[in-house]
Structures are given as structure tokens and as C-alpha cells.
């Protein structure tokens, strides 16, 4: 079955519920964890930015480790041990996926927020992203 699992999170409410599920799931499986999260690179819109590039980028780089380290305080609490990584990306999808990659996953879990219609065309889907694009096998958490 599968033995190394890739856990994606946004700090959303949905995603630290597919965090729990993906970690019972490692659990029942015996699989490794690799838990992700993406740093989305900051492109400021004007040159009349308030806050630098590079204060922004700091702080949601600070947002992610928030993010990671719950996954980890989540992970201790139900014994298991688990891998973090990030990565600055445009696209969170191709983070995701790369990732998988490097660690040697064979299962990306992830939630989606089940947008449908005019919304998911205006903002997207990184779910349907890596879905398309993935060549690993993805477990959608909803």
C-alpha cells in the first residue's frame, strides 16, 4: 500500500482537518509523513508597496513555520514522527508536487475547499492543479 505520505497544508481550517485525517491514515498504514506547506512569492502590485518585498516575504515565511509547527505538535501528540519542508513558489501546486518528488511519496493528501463555478475559475484550484499535474497518486480530503 502506501508507505510515505505528502501532507499538504495551507493553515486553513479544512486543511488542519486532511492533517489529522492524513495522520490517522499514516498511522493505520505505518507510513512516513512529509508534511508541506508553500511560501506563495510575493509580487508587490505598485511601486508604491507600503511594506518592502522582503518584510513580506519574512513575515509569511514566520506564517508557514506557524503552520508546520502545529503539524508538528499534531504529530506528538498521536506519537508519530513527521518530516516539514516548505518552499517558496508562485504556484503552490508545483511545490506541492516537487516535493512529493524529492521526499519519495507515493500519496499526496490535501483538502479542497470544494469551490465550484465562476468562483473556482476567478481563484483557481491548487487541488485541480496537482491533480492534473501530478504523476503521484492524490487523496482529496473534504
Same mark, same amino acid.
Given at each position: 500500500? &502506501?508507505?510515505?505520505?505528502? %501532507?499538504?497544508? +495551507?493553515?486553513?481550517?479544512?486543511?488542519?482537518? #486532511?492533517?489529522?485525517?492524513?495522520?490517522?491514515?499514516?498511522?493505520?498504514?505505518? #507510513? $512516513? @509523513?512529509? @508534511?508541506?506547506?508553500?511560501?506563495?512569492?510575493?509580487?508587490?502590485?505598485? *511601486? &508604491?508597496?507600503?511594506?518592502?518585498?522582503?518584510?513580506?516575504?519574512?513575515?509569511? +515565511?514566520?506564517?508557514? *513555520?506557524?503552520?508546520?509547527?502545529?503539524?508538528?505538535? #499534531? #504529530? $506528538?501528540?498521536?506519537?508519530?514522527?513527521?518530516?516539514?519542508?516548505?518552499?517558496?513558489? &508562485?504556484?503552490?501546486?508545483?511545490?506541492? %508536487? +516537487?516535493?512529493?518528488? $524529492?521526499?519519495?511519496? +507515493?500519496?499526496?493528501?490535501?483538502?479542497?475547499?470544494?469551490?465550484?463555478?465562476?468562483?473556482?475559475?476567478?481563484?483557481?484550484?491548487?487541488? $485541480?492543479?496537482?491533480?492534473?499535474?501530478?504523476?503521484?497518486? @492524490?487523496?482529496?480530503?473534504?
Amino acid at each position: 500500500m &502506501f508507505t510515505h505520505l505528502l %501532507i499538504a497544508i +495551507d493553515g486553513s481550517e479544512l486543511s488542519h482537518k #486532511a492533517l489529522n485525517g492524513g495522520l490517522s491514515l499514516a498511522q493505520a498504514l505505518k #507510513a $512516513q @509523513v512529509t @508534511v508541506y506547506t508553500c511560501v506563495v512569492q510575493y509580487l508587490p502590485m505598485t *511601486e &508604491f508597496a507600503v511594506e518592502t518585498p522582503q518584510i513580506v516575504m519574512e513575515e509569511l +515565511d514566520a506564517l508557514a *513555520e506557524r503552520h508546520l509547527e502545529t503539524a508538528r505538535v #499534531a #504529530a $506528538q501528540n498521536m506519537g508519530m514522527t513527521i518530516h516539514t519542508r516548505k518552499s517558496v513558489e &508562485f504556484s503552490p501546486y508545483t511545490g506541492i %508536487i +516537487d516535493c512529493a518528488k $524529492q521526499q519519495g511519496c +507515493d500519496l499526496i493528501m490535501m483538502s479542497s475547499h470544494g469551490r465550484r463555478g465562476l468562483t473556482s475559475l476567478i481563484l483557481g484550484s491548487e487541488t $485541480q492543479k496537482v491533480l492534473t499535474h501530478s504523476s503521484i497518486p @492524490v487523496l482529496v480530503y473534504r
